[in-house]
């Protein structure tokens, strides 16, 4: 079953995002007092720990916590990066849709010079909200059938 191990939250771009009890997803917009969010394609970015593990397993840091790689939703369960562009994620009480695979990460990021490698741009998703809601660990993440 694939669910929510962690939702984060950064009041700034390009930094290390904090662990929150649950967020406010806001149709059209992202999460709320995130600084991803906005009127555009990438208001919500996810990453799996799967991914998170794939790091881990080259030793370079110690510790991985959630939200190190700037995602606001951390999930386990699903493969993220293997969604086509347009799949509908039910997560929480939110409806989300992948709007991105992957991204070109920029210079400076402070991720990457933390961590010495960054899989957001590999295997990070985006999608945009499109039914608003609170999304809370342990949610169950499901993928809604095209139609």
Not at 34 to 54: C, T, Y
């Amino acid at each position: 079953m694939a669910r929510v191990l962690a939702i984060n939250i950064s009041d700034k771009k390009g930094v290390v995002k904090k662990p929150v009890d649950k967020g406010d997803f806001i149709e059209n917009f992202g999460l709320k007092d995130d600084a991803h969010a906005g009127d555009w394609h990438r208001q919500v970015s996810l990453l799996g720990q799967e991914s998170v593990d794939k790091i881990r397993a080259l030793g370079t840091i110690d510790h991985l916590e959630a939200g190190i790689f700037a995602e606001n939703i951390l999930t386990e369960g699903i493969v993220l990066y293997e969604l086509p562009v347009g799949t509908k994620l039910k997560i929480g009480e939110t409806l989300q849709e992948v709007t991105q695979i992957g991204k070109k990460c920029h210079h400076g990021c402070e991720i990457f010079q933390k961590v010495g490698d960054c899989v957001m741009p590999r295997e990070g998703i985006f999608t945009k909200v499109l039914k608003g809601g609170m999304v809370k660990k342990g949610d169950s993440i499901e993928i809604i059938p095209s139609e």
